[in-house]
């Protein structure tokens, strides 16, 4: 049986402020941040758009590898999203098989 786990980073607009998370259910999780059901900093912020994504089948290995992610420093995140993402587009309307540019009209 397959498993999966996302580490998953979330940004509130370009070059803004950053979450970091892990989830088995990456859709679920990022529709909770956006729907603003989960209280606390991602909330407050406005922290709603997923901006950088890893996926594995280690639960352990998800875990080690968010501490890792948010023990390093702003700029080495920064150089990690934009590397796949560089525009800091919201790559959720993707993950649901959207079309970015009509999901926003």
Do not use: C
């Not at 900093?41 to 406005?46: A, E, P, R, Y």
Request: charged share 25%; proline share 2%; glycine share 6%.
């Amino acid at each position: 049986m397959s498993h999966n786990y996302y580490v998953y980073m979330l940004a509130n607009e370009f070059n803004g402020t950053l979450y970091i998370g892990v989830t088995n259910d990456l859709i679920r999780r990022v529709s909770e941040h956006k729907a603003g059901i989960v209280k606390g900093f991602t909330q407050k912020h406005g922290v709603k758009n997923l901006v950088y994504y890893e996926h594995t089948g280690d639960v352990n290995a998800a875990i080690v590898r968010e501490k890792q992610l948010k023990n390093w420093h702003r700029d080495w995140k920064k150089n990690l999203i934009e590397r796949e993402n560089p525009h800091w587009n919201d790559l959720y309307p993707a993950l649901l098989g959207v079309d970015a540019e009509t999901s926003s009209a």
